[in-house]
């Protein structure tokens, strides 16, 4: 009866959600809240649900782009690309997909969409064209280039610490489907937004708008103090806090440590040009507080053995390793959707483990199903990744309303597209190699 309970909670506090009954914070918090006031969870088993480490990444990341933005170098950063693009919506969306997908590759996703996203919005805006199709590739590119590499992405970070697998496997086994996936959504992107990517060069009417944002961009420009000691303390602790990240085995300490001592550090060296306090309230509290509660929701399905049921009738359902490959790529696709897929990969990680030994071949393509899978399924709905709820946020602040359905309408074809592509990539490589 209790499982029936925790699977209806979760089914209508989801529901609520998708349809933005309530502030979506309220609703994930509210949940946590039932779930523990119900007995499904202790409230000490609810603390031990949350994934602190991605809580205390995000607020350390959070804090430390708003000291270093107070130096105006993404200001600066906007004028660049505004000028190189010449307002050239095409290139402005390849530019941008594009440093979105390598970015996230080195950095965590959530970063370099706090970095991105405003940017884009900004100057697109500006044009007087909709940021919406640029935003929702950011996002999607995101995840894209998060699933290439071992610290892009929680999962892959899961898999490689319980596997051995090093950075440079994750690489040489990930790259041919992620550069298909990336090449297969540029198609899609550019076919169905091709009214707002389209180029200017014969519309004068576009051409005049697009130079005037650059000049009013520039001009706006002009007025930001550049502090040159102070923007180069910022590129140096975020060229640090990237290595850090890099190297965050050898170092032997969690991201969000790393991140959070760059943001202290880059506080303390420039504490006469910033407000810290202006720094903390940037802070965006309402995602955090979604975020742990949908942890506490998850953890709640965990503890009816729910996922681990399901993960053990999936490996069981076939002997086959290309089967068993497909079906570990879509089922963990599919439910990444809707929950959270550390949990999930956190209980196929000993299932699969279990099964390399009684199979045929080379057990190890399970694991990239299960990579692919549970970063490039974060990509169907709008709670599917921390990335896609913090962009949301990022662009509802700036008048860009992203709504659950909105997005979902427009990313669930795709990322059903990109499981499609990784399925044939994973048969391809099962049969001939």
């Keep these: 009866m209790l499982t029936y309970i925790t699977l209806g909670i ?43 480490e991605t809580i205390l990444l995000l607020l350390a ?4 782009v708003n000291i270093a933005s107070k130096s105006g170098i993404f200001s600066w950063l906007n004028v660049k690309i505004a000028s190189f693009t010449k307002g050239n919506p095409l290139i402005i969306f ?14 965590d996703n959530v970063t370099t969409v706090i970095l991105i996203v405003p940017l884009t919005i900004e100057l697109v805006k500006g044009m007087g064209r909709d940021p919406k199709p640029y935003v929702f590739a950011e996002i999607i590119f995101s995840n894209v280039g998060g699933a290439l590499t071992l610290i892009g992405d929680p999962p892959n970070i899961m898999i490689g610490g319980a596997t051995g697998l090093n950075f440079l496997q994750f690489v040489q086994n990930l790259w041919i489907p992620i550069s298909l996936v990336i090449i297969f959504t540029m ?16 519309d004068l009417i576009e051409l005049t708008i697009a130079n005037i944002t650059i000049r009013k961009i520039q001009y706006e420009f002009l007025k930001v103090v550049l502090h040159k000691d102070f923007v180069i303390k910022v590129i140096t602790i975020l060229v ?12 032997g300490l969690p991201t969000y440590v790393i991140a959070f001592g760059a943001a202290i550090v880059l506080a303390l060296m420039c504490e006469k040009k910033i407000d810290i306090h202006d720094a903390f309230r940037s802070i965006e509290w309402p995602t955090l507080l979604f975020f742990s509660g949908l942890f506490v929701m998850v953890g709640g399905l965990e503890s009816t053995g729910l996922l681990e049921n399901l993960s053990h009738m999936l490996v069981n359902s076939t002997s086959s390793l290309l089967f068993l490959a497909l079906i570990i790529l ?16 956190a209980v196929m990680i000993p299932v699969i483990m279990g099964m390399q030994s009684q199979l045929t071949g080379d057990a190890s393509i399970l694991w990239w199903a299960l990579s692919l899978g549970a970063c490039l399924g974060g990509n169907g709905t709008l709670i599917g990744a921390s990335a896609n709820v913090v962009s949301a946020d990022i662009a509802n602040k700036r008048g860009v309303r992203i709504t659950f359905l909105d997005f979902m309408k427009f990313s669930l074809p795709i990322t059903l597209g990109m499981l499609v592509v990784c399925s044939l990539y994973l048969t391809v490589k099962i049969i001939y190699f």
């Design 330 to 345: 879509w089922a963990s696709g599919l439910i990444s959707m809707i929950l959270d897929n550390i949990p999930f990969v």
């Design 61 to 64: 990341m959070m804090l430390l």
């Design 187 to 202: 198609i899609v992107f550019i076919l169905v937004s091709w009214k707002s990517l389209k180029p200017i060069a014969d």
């Design 240 to 251: 640090l806090t990237l290595m850090g990240f890099l190297f965050q085995s050898q170092i």
């Design 10 to 52: 979760f089914l209508v506090a989801l529901g609520l959600i998708v349809f933005e009954v309530f502030d979506k914070s309220l609703v994930a918090l509210g949940g946590a809240i039932l779930m523990v006031v119900i007995g499904i969870l202790t409230p000490e088993e609810a603390i031990e649900s949350i994934e602190f």
């Design 94 to 107: 390849l530019l941008f997909s594009l440093i979105t997908a390598v970015f996230s590759a080195f950095l």
